[in-house]
């Protein structure tokens, strides 16, 4: 945990020094994004920010297709590994710092990254704990509305892309909150 809130002080203080070592430091961070110890999840969700904001070509330092993103795909099918109130909160920053080069082809991305997140919602851990369905459910329509957004155009592309956003993941959300008795005490039916 020291470690990754060392490397946020350097970004966030020393910002030059670390795109000096970003060959370093990049893969320590985005590699380990798949950590789930509850010590070290937050300072790590916290350096990978400061990596993404401070860095701008950290992405020229790994494969984010074959190093970064499967891993951060199992962490959300499995519901954060019950540490969905920590990551879920992070990913839409994340994904607003992704490059496009990154996110392309856009509707594959898209779609692996919210069904891996609906799945997640169907997890053990997020099914027995208010605190992390919430957290989930609260991330996933947050990334579905910035992604509607940054789709809204009338281009091919980006018609498919909220077509796929709207029928396949939206739809499959509101049918899960409205037939799981479980995920219904999430956020969306909050009762006083």
Not at 21 to 27: G, N, Q
Not at 99 to 119: G, R, Y
Request: hydrophobic share 45%; charged share 20%.
């Amino acid at each position: 945990a020291a470690f990754y809130e060392l490397i946020s002080a350097l970004c966030q203080y020393l910002p030059r020094t670390m795109k000096s070592e970003a060959a370093r430091v990049c893969p320590a961070v985005l590699l380990s994004i798949d950590d789930s110890d509850a010590v070290v999840c937050p300072p790590l969700w916290e350096a990978v920010l400061y990596i993404l904001s401070t860095i701008e070509d950290c992405w020229n330092y790994v494969n984010a297709k074959k190093g970064v993103l499967p891993k951060l795909w199992t962490v959300l099918k499995e519901g954060g590994r019950g540490l969905a109130v920590v990551i879920h909160p992070n990913l839409l920053p994340f994904v607003s710092k992704l490059p496009q080069k990154i996110i392309e082809p856009k509707a594959e991305f898209f779609n692996t990254f919210f069904k891996s997140m609906i799945l997640g919602l169907s997890s053990g851990r997020a099914l027995t704990s208010h605190s992390e369905c919430s957290a989930i459910i609260a991330a996933t329509m947050e990334c579905l509305q910035y992604t509607l957004l940054q789709n809204s155009g009338e281009k091919e592309e980006e018609t498919k892309v909220q077509q796929m956003l709207v029928n396949d993941h939206f739809l499959q959300l509101m049918d899960l909150m409205l037939k799981s008795p479980a995920v219904q005490n999430g956020i969306l039916f909050h009762q006083t």
